[in-house]
């Protein structure tokens, strides 16, 4: 019977898939193997001003601002609350599952950092434990000025659970991310992947602190009320010895705390959660990846420890791609691919989500793991048991698009596309998913490109055969 109910899914949204193939989006396996004919214009974008209303502070008596949350375990059933204030403030959390009703509270720790002249507000940061899975709970902040808020937390993990992930990168904080970042609060999206690149401070002179300010209040809408997941781009490393700073990802690290040591990791920018049906590891571009670097270990012990009939999908985040064809930032990845990807194919990642190339490209399930420096097998090959791998660094940041991909388009490049967008991952159970990237496109979000995967254990061929 499970068998026949994953055949009739299978057909029933190959089948929507179909329809919207009849706008002249997608073909029957939901992606077209071509270049879009749709390009944004190509000048860069413009931040938004400091006085605008979507990044200005908000009005009180030492008000908490820059809101936003972060799973705070391995298993979803805690939530890092991280915030600022101008001036001394105690780190309380009040919280419960009434509106208005908040009986229990936790409190935390307070922090500040110095770079160069700047100095930042105190961070508050609490953790909120032992939490129930798929419960709404609300929040309040402050002590003068109190603000409000409420977040969902995630089903128990399990086989046949339901999910939606939105993705974004390089998200930055301009007019078109403004737009990027309303379109996501209208779709679904339950959890945002951020594969990295935030706030762009450092396209400033001396990597101008006040920038990751104004971005901490441009997300807060969206981060204040559902997790953002995060992944720490070249943006965030902000290394300038001519100026004294020489700790790597220290505005990161300090600003955006997540719980690395929940999974064994010893680095906050690689680290790894479950969240309802999936198992979510999230790597470091920049950080020592080499067979005896912690990196290494810590993904080689972590991918042995996956559960896929608790966790059925397997989700890797990681800044720089490693299948792009675009010729911005082409190769970068190289050097990571070559030491970690025949460890993902191994183990059966479903999908590896990247950025730092600002536009948008979905390949075919595709592996390069053959060459051995004598052999000449160097050719990336199409191959259903390797990951997808999706560029979705387009979220509209100060640099603008990239826009001249390499021609011809390579055979395991199914869709790109140099415009600005976002990204759903909607798991439909332990079999299916749908992937949808939304194009911003004249204030409108527009669906341009969608796929059906497939799960690399549980689809087919895999535990469930029919």
């Known amino acids: 019977m499970g068998c026949v109910l994953a055949g009739l899914l299978d057909v029933l949204l ?75 403030a105690a780190p309380i959390v009040y919280y419960g599952t009434q509106n208005g009703s908040y009986v229990d509270n936790q409190t935390g720790n307070t922090t500040q950092y110095t770079f160069y002249n700047y100095t930042s507000g105190f961070i508050h940061i609490v953790t909120l434990s032992d939490l129930e899975y798929n419960t709404k709970y609300y929040y309040k902040l402050g002590d003068v000025t109190v603000r409000e808020f409420f977040f969902f937390t995630p089903p128990a993990p399990g086989l046949d659970v339901p999910y939606i992930f939105g993705l974004i990168g390089d998200l930055g904080q301009t007019y078109d991310s403004a737009t990027t970042l309303a379109h996501y609060l209208e779709s679904p999206g339950q959890t945002l992947l951020n594969v990295g690149d935030l706030s762009y401070a450092d396209d400033y002179p001396l990597d101008y602190q006040v920038r990751w300010d104004t971005w901490s209040r441009f997300v807060e809408r969206s981060a204040a009320y559902q997790p953002w997941i995060l992944t720490a781009g070249n943006h965030e490393l902000e290394f300038l010895p001519e100026v004294g700073e020489i700790t790597l990802f220290k505005s990161f690290t300090h600003r955006f705390p997540t719980p690395y040591t929940a999974s064994n990791s010893t680095d906050p920018v690689y680290y790894s959660i479950k969240r309802g049906p999936a198992h979510i590891i999230v790597l470091s571009s920049y950080s020592a990846y080499g067979k005896y670097d912690p990196q290494q270990v ?169």
């Open 14 to 88: 190959l089948l929507a898939v179909a329809v919207t193939d009849s706008l002249g989006l997608v073909d029957a396996e939901g992606n077209f193997g071509r270049t879009s004919a749709y390009r944004r214009k190509l000048a860069a974008s413009v931040d938004l001003p400091y006085n605008d209303s979507l990044v200005l502070p908000p009005t009180g008596v030492n008000p908490p601002q820059q809101v936003h949350l972060t799973q705070g375990d391995y298993l979803g059933k805690a939530v890092i609350v991280t915030w600022i204030t101008e001036q001394t």
């Open 298 to 466: 810590f993904l080689l012990n972590e991918l042995a420890s996956v559960n896929r009939t608790l966790t059925p999908w397997l989700i890797v985040l990681i800044h720089a791609p490693w299948y792009n064809s675009n010729t911005y930032h082409y190769l970068e990845g190289e050097t990571v691919r070559v030491e970690f990807e025949a460890f993902l194919n191994e183990y059966q990642v479903d999908v590896v989500f990247s950025g730092h190339v600002h536009a948008y490209e979905r390949t075919y399930p595709v592996s390069n793991i053959l060459y051995n420096i004598t052999n000449g097998l160097c050719t990336p090959r199409l191959n259903n048991s390797a990951p997808t791998y999706i560029v979705i660094g387009d979220g509209g940041n100060i640099e603008g698009i990239a826009g001249v991909f390499t021609e011809p388009q390579p055979n395991y490049s199914a869709y790109r596309e140099a415009s600005f967008g976002h990204g759903l991952f909607q798991i439909y159970n332990h079999t299916h998913a749908k992937w949808t990237w939304h194009r911003n496109q004249d204030g409108e979000a527009v669906v341009a490109d969608s796929a059906i995967l497939h799960n690399k254990v549980w689809y087919k061929g895999g535990r469930n055969q029919c």
